[in-house]
């Protein structure tokens, strides 16, 4: 089966007005000297309104969170592909609870909306000739999704089309089920894939995680931390 991936156009900057994600209360120094040596998760909750910032109702309403596309990539054309992502609701999550079920990579797939990022993956095709192939975003996806479970080819392949846990990740990725890439395609697309690439990705989430406030934009001034304001980001692990 053929699908028709639209155009996709590079967004340089996201920009989020009053995101509700930035606007915790800053731990200060005494505060954090307390409670440094605690784990990260109990840290957090000792922060006034983190639990009301981020419980999963109140995410839901925000989603999917928006990326950008830095580093000046060419746009994506309209091409027919062998697979198409595009991001999905997570109408299979109701709570924080069964938010809890889930892995950091399965999660981030429900988070974020990974369009953007098409471009990037697009770069090693020279051509707009020849068969269908798969949706380069699909790949790159599924090719970090091995990195992070630590597989090899001939296991994303498996996972993939395991009864138990495949059908999820096809349908996340945009793989059909019955016409999944092969070893050496999931290889070559790795193989063809830029370093640099990869940085304008890891800027692209960085970006992002700015922009909801998620992550300081600047350093603190030296006032600011003589005072003893914000010790660490909200999600900071």
Known sequence: MSYLVPTTPVISIVKIMDSPLG????????EFSEIRDLPAAERRLRIPGF?????????R??????????GNPAPWKDRLCR???????????????????????DLVLRLFDFTPWRPYFARRFKSQFGPPPFDPLSLGLAIFLAVERQWDW???????????????????????????????????????????????????????????GLIPSH??????????????????S
């Open 219 to 236: 350093s603190p001034s030296r006032a600011t931390r003589q005072n003893g304001a914000s010790a660490f980001p909200p999600i900071a």
């Open 23 to 30: 606007g915790l209360q800053a731990v200060m120094r005494a």
């Open 51 to 59: 639990v009301a910032t981020f419980r999963w109702e109140a995410i």
């Open 83 to 105: 697979s198409y992502y595009r991001w999905l609701p997570p109408d299979d999550l109701h709570s924080s609870a069964d938010v809890s079920g889930l892995d950091a990579f």
């Open 154 to 212: 001939a296991r994303l392949r498996r996972e993939l089309r395991s009864q138990e846990r495949g059908r999820g990740y096809c349908l996340r990725l945009g793989f059909d089920p019955d016409d999944l890439p092969g070893e050496s395609t999931f290889r070559s697309a790795l193989t063809y894939t830029q370093v640099d690439w990869l940085a304008d990705i890891q800027t692209s989430l960085a970006q992002s995680l700015m922009a909801y």
């Open 61 to 70: 309403a925000l989603l999917p969170l928006q990326l950008s596309t830095p």
